[in-house]
C-alpha cells in the first residue's frame, strides 16, 4: 500500500513541476526594514528585521540572499572568525556557512544583549547572565559569578571583562568571570547597552541618553562627552561603532511631545565633539552601523542599506539585491510605462520603464527623521498627492521631485479619489470625508451626522455618488456629492477594505472576504465562497468575470465566475502577506509584505486556476485545495460527500491524512464515520511536536472506494 502511495505522490510530483509556471520578483523598489548589520572580514553580513539574511562581497554595493534566521525578528548580528551570531527574539542562533543555515544556540529567556565576539572568543550577555565560548560557540560556559543576572553588553579590554548592566553600571572582572566588583556606577536614565574598545580605552553608551562615556585607566574614572546640543525629551543611542577615523553612533531623539522625531549618524574624531552631516541618508532611523574598508554601511528602518566613503559626511543607498520593501501603495500610469510605489519606512519610488528600475522621490521628506508612511496616492494633471498615515497630506507639482505640506490634519488617510476638478479624501475619524475644489489648498468636511463613524475606504462612482466604507461594518453612499448620506449594512461583522466597479456591480473587499452589490450599494451579499474569513485588502479587474484578491495573510485569491466562486493561488509567492495586487497589460503584479513586488502572467494564473480548481462537477466525493496554500503553520482542508454515491447508506468511513514526499505518514486528521455532507477540517503544525521543515507535502482523502490526493506547501 505504501509503494503504491510513494508511486501516486511521485507522479503528483513530477505533474506540479512541470505545471506550475512561476511569479518573478521586480527589481525594486528595494531597500526594507534592515535590523543588523556586521563586519564578517572577507563579507559583510546584514539582517532584515524578519530574519531573512544577506551579504555582500563587494562592499555593501550588492547584496544576496541567505538563509532565515528564526523567529519574529532579528535585532543583532556578530562575526566571529569561524561563525555567525544573531539575535532574535527566539534567541540567540549560530550559523557555520556563512548565514545559509542558523542553529540555536541560548534560550536564556526575553533578553538577550550584543554579543561579543574575537576570533572563537565569544560573550554572550542574557537576562539569565553572561556566557562564554572559547570554540565558536560550540561549548558554553556560565561566567555570570557575582553579577547581577541582566546583562546588556560586554567586552574584552586589556585582557579583563567587562559588562554593562541593567542598573545603569559597569562591572569588570580579572578573572575571567569567577568574580566581578563595580568600575563605574553613575545615576542615568538607562542601561549599559554598548561597550566597545579601541587602543587603551574603553567607551560605554546608554540606550536612553544621547552621551558616550569613556575611561583610559581601565575604568577606575570616566568621561562624559554630549553628543547632541539640543535639548530633548526622548532620545536612544542604537549602537556603537568604532573605527580607525574615529566614534559614529546613530541616534533618534524628539525635542519635544509635539515635534516629530529626527535622528541619524553622529561622528566624533576625538571622543569630544560631534558633527551629523545626513546628506542622503533617508531616512534617518538608523538600527546598525559597521566599518568595512574605508567605507560606513547604516541598517535603516524602511530604506535598506547606505553607504558613506567619506566619513559619514554624506551617503548614497546600497540596497541592490535587498528586495525586502513591505509596499504599502502601487499603481500605474501610461499602460503600465511609469510605476509609482511607497514603501514602509522608505518613502516614495517612481519607475519609468514598467517597474525594471526604480528611483526614490523624496526630496521635502526629508527633515523627517522617519519617512511619512504613504498610504494613498493621486495623480490630478501635473499635480500630485501622498495622503500619509500620520502626517497629512503631501503635493508636488514637478513629479515628486519637491513635496510640500498640503493641508490636512495628521490623521491616517484610507483614500484619495477624483472627480472632474474635485479632489475627495477620507481619514480615520469622525465624520472624515473631504472635498477640495482648489487643488488640495482647502479642504470642506462633507459628511456629517455620522459622528462615531471612521471611514475606512473611498470610491467615487457616477453622477455625484460617492461611496465610503466604515469601520463600523457599512458602506455609506451619497448620491449628491456629499450632501446626504444613507448606509448599508454588510453583516457577518465584515469591515470593508476596498471598494471596485464592473460596470453596474460592486465589489467590496473587507476583513470577510468579499461583497458584492448588483444595485449600486443598496444591498450588498457575501460573495465568498471558497474565502470565508478572509481579510481581503484589494482587489484587481481583468474583465468582467476575472478578479483577483490581495489578502492580509492568505496571499492570492483569484474568481474566474465575477466572484461567485474564489481559489488561492499562491505557488511560488514568497509570503501569503500581500499589500496589493494591480492588472497591467498581461501580468499580475503583486506588492507584498516585506518582499517588494512580484509579477506574473496572468495567462499562467487562469490556466492554472482552471485545470486545478475549476473541473466539472461530479456527482461524487470532492476534496477541494487547502487554503491558504502555501501555508504557515496552518490551513484548511474542505470536501464533500455526497449521500448518492454511498451505496445506499447515509454514513461512510472517512479518513484524512498527510503524507510527505516520501510517502510517510505525518498526520491522521480524521478517521471515523461521517454522514454524507460538506466537511473543512484545520490542520496546524504547531500543534505537531518536531513537525519536518518547509517543503511539498500531501493530503489524501478515503471515504468508500473514493481515494483522492492533492498537494499542500508549507513555508517556514
Known sequence: MKINLLVRLVLLVSISTVSIAQWTSIDGPEGGEIAAITNAG????CGAADGDIFTSVDNGVSWTKRGKVPGVFITRLTAGSEALFARSSNGLYRSTNQGDTWELQLDPGIFIGKVFATGTQVLAPTGNGLFYSSNSGTDWTNVTGNLPLTVHAVTI????LYAGMLDSAVYRSTNNGVSWFPAWNISTRSDVNFLATFGNTIYAAHSGEARL????????SWSQSDILSIGTINEYVNDLLITSFGIVVPILYQTSFSLPWG???YVSTNGTSWSSNNNGLIPRWIDAVTFAQDDVLAATRGGGIFRSTNQGQSWIQSSTGLVKSRILHLSYTNGGEKFYSSIYGGGFFISNDSAQ?????NTGFENIFSLPVITQFLIKGSAWFAGTEDDGLYKSTNEGLGWFKAGMDPFPFTGLALRSNDIFATQTVADGVFRSTDDGFSWIQIMSGFTTLAPTCLAIGGAGTIFVGIYEGSVLRSTNNGTNWVGSFLGGGAIPRYIRFIGSTMFA??????YRSTNFGINWTPSNNGMELIDVNFIAIQDTNTLFASTVDSGLYVSLDNGNSWFAFNDGLPTLKLTGVRVMGTYLYCGTNGYGVWRRPISDIVTEVNENNISEKSSDFELGQNYPNPFNPSTKIRFSIPAVTLSEVEWSLVTLKIYDVLGNE????INEEKPAGTYEVEFNTSSIKHFPSSGIYFYRLQAGSFVETKKMILIK
Open 42 to 45: 572577507s563579507y559583510i553580513v
Open 157 to 160: 579590554h586589556n585582557g579583563d
Open 357 to 361: 528600475t526604480w528611483e526614490t522621490r
Open 666 to 669: 505525518i498526520a491522521t486528521l
Open 509 to 514: 473587499g473587507t476583513s470577510n472576504g468579499v
Open 263 to 265: 535622528g541619524g549618524v
Open 213 to 220: 562615556f569613556s575611561s583610559t585607566d581601565n575604568g577606575a
